[in-house]
């Protein structure tokens, strides 16, 4: 952990998931992509996944009966996003290197604006998602077996996991590559604001207005007790250029925050669509599942229903996680842009 001295370095796990899930270049060395090896990986997983996934359809027939034929189209779904999303990575497979150098340039801006690099820092939250990212795989594979083992016994239970799991992973990762980036956004968004702060003055903060009257002198309104304060502008124009300076150097940093965050709308959006709609067929799925066990429709034991409940639950809760961290992360770069533009506008009429 103490060898983490970039941003690349710090989102390495994440790099390697979407790697070992076809959806990365292998870069042996680093910085060495290897394309020919990658290439040759991604067509070697998917065609051993549809070979397992073709020797095991009986055991889905067998385990999904009829009434649940659903589940057999959400799995049709969970496949055919996670090839699409291979595909969309390989279309824009440089674009992650776009985020990470653009990433780079607001850390080189915060440094120089004297904010610690946080690369450690960013590095544990990284293990701490794909600690939460692996305990939810690990409860669908359960669920999973919980569901089948009945039907089929348990090893191919597990034959079937294997091929259920692996696109719900690669769907997943998505999902978690794209959170760690727009935590990032946060992240930034947040030092600049802190940063932006630190040099505000204190009496702004309680409805301060700043005027200048006729004889050149800078004057504090304090709304709240409709007092005047007066104060001489010698000391404030000597410093007028250097905050003028900072403001735009933070203007230029809300600019490179704000073009991170559409960077990785671009690269993510079509993605991010067949995702939302892979949770929404999950959810509705089980939703409607369990409304029929519980209005007498179909009859199923108590691990099945708890299998719906939870599968839905946390495909529910993914839902609820992506969007506030994109409403958080929206909100963050708002109040950068709102804070220099008041500020930029005080300055200005002084």
């Known amino acids: 952990m103490s060898n983490v001295r970039n941003l690349k370095q710090a989102i390495m796990p994440i790099i ?13 060395p680093i910085n060495r992509p290897r394309y020919f090896f990658s290439i040759f990986y991604v067509i070697s997983i998917i065609i051993g996944y549809f070979t397992i996934f073709y020797k095991g359809i009986d055991i889905f027939q067998q385990a999904f009966a009829y009434e649940f034929m659903i589940f057999h189209f959400v799995l049709g779904i969970n496949i055919l996003v996670a090839i699409l999303a291979i595909i969309l990575f390989w279309w824009k497979s440089e674009n992650i290197n776009i985020i990470i150098k653009r990433s780079n340039i607001v850390d080189n801006t915060l440094e120089a604006l004297g904010i610690k690099r946080e690369y450690q820092k960013h590095f544990r939250n990284i293990l701490s998602l794909i600690a939460l990212w692996l305990i939810g795989m690990i409860i669908i594979c359960v669920l999973h077996i ?14 079937s996991c294997i091929c259920f799991i692996f696109p719900i992973m690669i769907n997943s990762v998505i999902d978690l590559t794209f959170a760690s980036f727009i935590r990032q956004v946060i992240c930034f968004s947040k030092n600049t604001h802190t940063y932006y702060e630190k040099f505000e003055i204190n009496t702004l903060i309680n409805n301060v207005v700043f005027y200048v009257n006729e004889s050149n002198t800078f004057k504090l309104h304090n709304q709240h007790e409709n007092m005047s304060i007066a104060f001489v502008m010698v000391n404030y124009k000597n410093h007028k250029e250097n905050i003028m300076h900072l403001m735009q150097t933070l203007r230029h940093l809300h600019l490179e925050i704000t073009r991170i965050g559409r960077q990785i709308n671009s690269d993510y959006c079509v993605q991010f669509l067949f995702e939302l709609a892979v949770h929404f067929t999950v959810v509705t799925s089980n939703v409607y599942y369990l409304y029929c066990v519980f209005s007498g429709h179909i009859t199923v034991n108590n691990e099945k229903v708890i299998a719906m409940a939870i599968w839905g639950s946390i495909y529910l809760l993914k839902i609820i996680l992506i969007n506030w961290l994109c409403t958080s992360a929206s909100i963050e770069v708002k109040k950068i842009f709102f804070a ?4 930029c506008t005080i300055t200005n009429n002084i």
Do not use: Q, S
């Open 340 to 343: 220099i533009k008041i500020r």
């Open 16 to 28: 390697w998931l979407n790697r070992i899930f076809c959806m990365g270049i292998f870069e042996i």
């Open 146 to 159: 919980m569901w089948t083992y009945i039907n089929v016994g348990y090893w191919l239970a597990f034959y």
